[in-house]
């Protein structure tokens, strides 16, 4: 869908893009909790990948130096960060919300590596989407069971066409949607986690252009399921 942007990452758009086809045909936090840290055991799976929770939880200094100490190296911004197996890290906001989900591809924008450094956890209040791409798993299920790093974040469960949906809520009360689907029968090939905050998911990207807020779109997928 983003045909005018050059991206290794071409995976995160066949994501999303089946997210949004199978969501277009279906007929914020409050704080209180311990802040995250990189010493935190949930930061890192057993496979040395950086986690979801890391992902929505750590500020963005404290994410890079945790990506860095894991082996990741910043590829570029079409990249993101990168790791051995494939494993990586990749990040994008939009500039725009729009009912027109081509309109919204072509407003992409991947962050700099300056802008991982401010990153909020998880995006913030900003429309960012993240593409964890975790090694060692040989489906994507077990990618996400592995790489969630901790269970307790978990507060519902779907699948749609194949394709695992989890509702999660950071320590930070905001919730997240995540899925993820086999991408390969080699389980030493990377699995792709999609992550996308509040603000993204109101964007319509993932619900063909509906600007519906996460409530509605997991609704959506838990009837789609």
Not at 123 to 146: K, P
Not at 188 to 206: K, M, P, Q
């Amino acid at each position: 869908m983003m045909n005018e942007m050059t991206m290794s990452r071409a995976a995160f758009v066949a994501g999303a893009g089946a997210a949004a086809c199978t969501l277009a045909g279906c007929s914020g936090g409050a704080g209180g909790a311990k802040a995250a840290s990189t010493a935190d055991a949930a930061c890192v799976d057993d496979n040395a990948n950086v986690t979801v929770y890391a992902a929505i939880n750590l500020g963005g200094a404290d994410l890079v130096r945790l990506l860095k100490h894991q082996n990741y190296e910043w590829q570029g911004e079409n990249v993101g960060y990168g790791a051995v197996d494939d494993a990586g890290f990749f990040a994008f906001t939009f500039s725009k919300v729009s009912d027109d989900v081509d309109e919204l591809a072509n407003s992409a924008i991947p962050l700099s590596e300056s802008e991982y450094e401010e990153l909020e956890p998880g995006g913030g209040d900003d429309s960012v989407a993240i593409l964890l791409s975790v090694a060692g798993y040989t489906t994507g299920d077990r990618a996400l069971a592995g790489a969630i790093g901790d269970a307790a974040m978990v507060q519902e469960k779907c699948t749609v066409d194949d394709s695992a949906y989890w509702l999660v809520r950071a320590l930070d009360g905001s919730r997240y949607v995540i899925s993820a689907y086999d991408t390969e029968d080699d389980g030493d090939s990377a699995h792709d986690i999609y992550i996308y905050n509040e603000a993204f998911i109101r964007t319509g990207y993932l619900s063909g252009g509906d600007q519906i807020d996460i409530d509605e779109l997991w609704s959506r997928l838990a009837n789609a399921s």
